[in-house]
């Protein structure tokens, strides 16, 4: 059974870097896409940034473009986020995805499996 497990959330400051990890567990995910979404309180899940298993192709949201990146490590079979330059919109529950195949996949629905998140609050 897959099992998508995210780690590395935390408070901090306006500017400062954070990075989230995300452990794949279940299957091999040779084929597949995984993303990184968020949700705010009250608004809807957004897409963050995803990466192809196999090639590491990457893409991200305009709104994290230049501050985000998006990395994989196959021999741990995890996902990482690193984020920088933090600003207050970017308070929100991650979470990490996968979906089988490798097209462009940006929105929820086209993943398969999903992980329950971490927290990621950035304060003044």
């Known amino acids: 059974q897959v099992q998508l497990v995210e780690s590395g959330g935390g408070l901090v400051q306006a500017g400062g870097s954070l990075r989230l990890s995300c452990a794949a567990s279940?299957?091999?995910?040779?084929?597949?896409?995984m993303g990184w979404f968020r949700q705010a309180h009250g608004k809807e899940r957004e897409f963050v940034a995803r990466?192809?298993?196999?090639?590491?192709?990457?893409y991200y949201a305009d709104s994290v473009k230049g501050r985000f990146t998006i990395s994989r490590d196959s021999a741990k079979n995890t996902v990482y986020l690193h984020m920088s330059s933090l600003k207050l919109e970017d308070t929100a529950v991650y979470h990490c995805?996968?979906?089988?195949?490798?097209?462009?996949?940006?929105?929820?629905?086209?993943?398969?499996?999903w992980g329950q998140g971490t927290q990621v609050t950035v304060s003044s």
């Open positions: 990466i192809t298993w196999n090639m590491g192709i990457t």
């Open positions: 279940g299957r091999t995910f040779s084929g597949y896409t």
């Open positions: 995805a996968a979906a089988a195949g490798t097209r462009w996949y940006t929105r929820p629905n086209e993943y398969d499996y």
